[in-house]
DNA sequence: CTGAAAGCGCTTACAG
DNA sequence: CTGAAAGCGCTTACAG
């Protein structure tokens, strides 16, 4: 291990980066040239193009985007904040939204809010403070403090998978009420009446979660028995809640899980405790995340169209940011029932 | 849905954002007490302050650290650059990178590279041209180009994850030729004589495979059966694998997984067809992730201490961003064998 | 404790 | 096709 590896006196930036300037002396001609060769090379004739490019490359210059950014009021980057990169949930839409607004000349950093919000809004003032040219948040923002630096910054904003009548600016979402009541009414169908939910503790489980319970309380059910915990959840929480749930109710014959992770760890469980699934018990999640379809019994869920929401939130920010209309800001992505072995 | 709630004419900014010229004209002081009353108040009088926090909340202002961080050269940026956000693996590391960084004043910020590199230049030269004032990658570097432009950039670069005697700039991760042998020695000391490895596609991969082959090797024991796939990996592909495996030398009775997703597909598989885990194969995964420890039997997994990378390079990034000498720069955190039920 | 001037490294808006 | 000047919104470096 070359421990010694390191300068003698380490300074953050031994020399000053090469500039435009540098450049344009080299190359024997204004900066506004150099500037023109890289970013418009079709105005340049080829001669002296020829000539930036070997000085751009023998001198390895790599233009300062904040500087030209800072000029040009545009800084080809959008920013997206999310819970948790831990999580498997949120990548599929960063995927596709990284992929979508790469194609249209953008960059996509992303922030990780947590899922507590206490430093919420001193996240967000770093994040407008550096004038992206795009916001994407996961959720809708609650916070007025949020909500008016939001607004004010003029910053093209979409809110996502959640649902409000009353978003910032874009939004593309869905109803997360809906979506229980759904997986209630799914259960029913299916003849089982002792409901149970296994729910983790951020805003959009909660939703989930009521519309559960005013489906099953519609329907003229037993209250379901409930174990809350909190987010991001776990397989170990899968377990553990299964236990708790039997302990109150003996007789539940279906769980709704606000994650897969949940649910395989109430398939764990079951197993262990020889609980057949879905025989004696019925198990849903929510996600459809990489094993759901391949664990035996194979798992119900819902599943959201990640790609599909980032795709849309890609071409909203891009439109907006080119300042062309918008016509339909406010996107419902729905959701669909994978119906599996569990339930 | 208020599907009518756009402007009639989107622009990216209705008017253009407030700036400290007008917060001092309101505040009547000249700007740069504006901005010693926000970035060093105790460097301006009481009254002063006041007067001018009033104009910062009444109008809204919200500083441009853009244009601050031209001026000072210090973004208080740090880039971070993962494979994928879709996998937990980098999760742990990033938040602990990220609660370390914001402890000392800096924001980070998450590229996604992807697996194939071929983007992977033109990434950097636009994480390079923003001028971040650490950037934290994972894996090693190879690309020449890409090395090249790092090294000119003077910015500090901390590699993660993997190793090398010949890191760009600073260096935390680990050997994973030394962790393949290790798994290798482990599984024959409990008796195992007829090895595979099943493995997703990525550089580190590679080397665990080449790690646990050549000491599979160097102890006498036949040449492990290998199955190759693809990364990110899946489930599906741990189920599939192992019945390739056994299609191939149906006598193997230890499986080397390079992700812990693979090996949770084993366990599954096995369970399917009937065979014991460990009774008749020992499966080992790698990650330790959430459910290694709660599926059922048991994953023995090979665990990295994320959060000791992500505080490490937290550390480094910021003792070099502030000028103070690194007498420690390559940090070899290496890993510890989980044994579990599984192996 | 406060401020006038200069400058960070680019691009815009003209002009030729 | 090329360039001189101005300016983006801050902070630095002096000065008082």
């Not at 004739?45 to 985007?65: C, D, H, I, K």
């Not at 500087?67 to 999580?87: C, E, F, I, K, Y």
């Not at 198990?283 to 869920?301: K, Y």
Request: proline share 5%; hydrophobic share 45%.
């Amino acid at each position: 291990m070359d421990a010694e590896s390191t300068s003698p006196a380490p300074t953050a930036r031994d020399r000053p980066a090469v500039t435009l300037r540098e450049v344009a002396e080299r190359a024997r001609v204004s900066m506004i040239t150099v500037s023109r060769a890289i970013n418009a090379p079709h105005q340049v004739s080829e001669a002296t193009r020829a000539r930036v490019q070997e000085a751009v490359s023998s001198m390895g210059y790599v233009p300062n985007l904040v500087a030209g950014g800072l000029r040009s009021a545009r800084s080809h980057v959008v920013t997206a904040l999310v819970p948790t990169l831990t999580g498997p949930l949120f990548g599929e839409m960063v995927q596709a939204l990284t992929d979508g607004l790469e194609l249209r000349g953008f960059q996509v950093m992303v922030g990780q809010v947590g899922y507590a919000h206490s430093r919420e809004d001193e996240l967000l003032r770093a994040i407008v403070g550096r004038r992206p040219d795009g916001i994407v948040i996961t959720g809708v923002m609650h916070s007025p403090e949020g909500r008016r630096m939001l607004t004010a910054s003029g910053i093209p904003i979409v809110e996502t998978w959640d649902f409000t009548d009353t978003p910032i600016d874009m939004l593309v979402g869905l109803r997360h009420e809906e979506l229980g009541a759904a997986v209630c009414e799914h259960l029913v169908a299916q003849g089982r009446r002792h409901l149970a939910l296994l729910s983790g503790g951020d805003e959009r489980a909660a939703r989930r979660a009521r519309g559960f319970q005013a489906a099953a309380a519609r329907l003229g059910l037993r209250e379901p028995a409930v174990r809350l915990g909190k987010s991001p959840t776990t397989h170990a929480d899968g377990r553990d809640g299964l236990g708790a749930l039997l302990a109150d109710a003996s007789d539940i014959d279906a769980v709704f899980c606000s994650s897969d992770m949940l649910a395989l760890g109430v398939l764990t469980e079951a197993r262990v405790r020889g609980i057949a699934v879905p025989g004696r018990l019925a198990v849903v999640g929510f996600g459809d995340i990489d094993f759901a379809q391949t664990v035996s019994p194979s798992l119900t869920t819902v599943r959201i169209d990640g790609t599909r929401m980032g795709q849309t939130a890609a071409q909203l920010i891009a439109d907006r940011a080119n300042g062309k209309a918008v016509t339909n800001p406010v996107v419902d992505i729905g959701f669909s029932i994978v119906e599996r072995e569990s339930a």
